[in-house]
């Protein structure tokens, strides 16, 4: 019985660790008033030729702002992104991502 109530508040705390892991949309929201020059105030690009940002995968915003940031990714129009990733820590990157990839 004592066994069973450490697994349930270990696989608790597992559960809330995830939680608390998980960008935060609302502090996304302040934060991506730079990023609306170009990718707009809802996320559609302002800029022709620009991505848009509304509804994208969290996952896909996390890995290709860090790719930015770490200069990883390159040609085209990325020197423009590594400039505005350089400024992002991995916290603001999670919580940007939380915040477009909730936009419906
Ligand atoms: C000065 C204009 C500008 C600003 C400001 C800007 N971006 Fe970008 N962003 C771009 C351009 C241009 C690209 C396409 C780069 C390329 O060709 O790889 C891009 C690409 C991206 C991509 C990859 C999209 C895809 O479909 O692959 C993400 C994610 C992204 N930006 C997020 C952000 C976030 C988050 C911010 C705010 C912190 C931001 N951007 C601010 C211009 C901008």
Redesign the pocket.
């Known amino acids: 019985m004592n066994k069973m109530v450490t697994g349930i508040v270990i696989g608790a705390s597992l559960i809330a660790g995830t939680a608390i892991a998980a960008g935060d949309i609302a502090a996304g929201k302040t934060?991506?008033a730079?990023?609306?020059?170009?990718?707009g105030a809802d996320g559609i690009?302002v800029?022709p030729?620009?991505?848009?940002?509304k509804g994208?995968n969290e996952q896909?915003?996390i890995s290709?702002?860090k790719a930015?940031k770490a200069k990883q990714?390159?040609?085209?129009?990325?020197?423009?992104?590594q400039?505005?990733?350089a400024?992002?820590s991995d916290a603001?990157?999670e919580n940007?991502?939380a915040y477009?990839s909730s936009l419906k």
């Open positions: 934060k991506s730079v990023c609306a020059a170009c990718h690009a800029i030729g620009y991505p848009n940002l994208q896909y915003i290709s702002v930015y990714r390159n040609g085209g129009l990325a020197v423009v992104m400039a505005q990733a400024m992002l603001d990157i940007l991502a477009y």
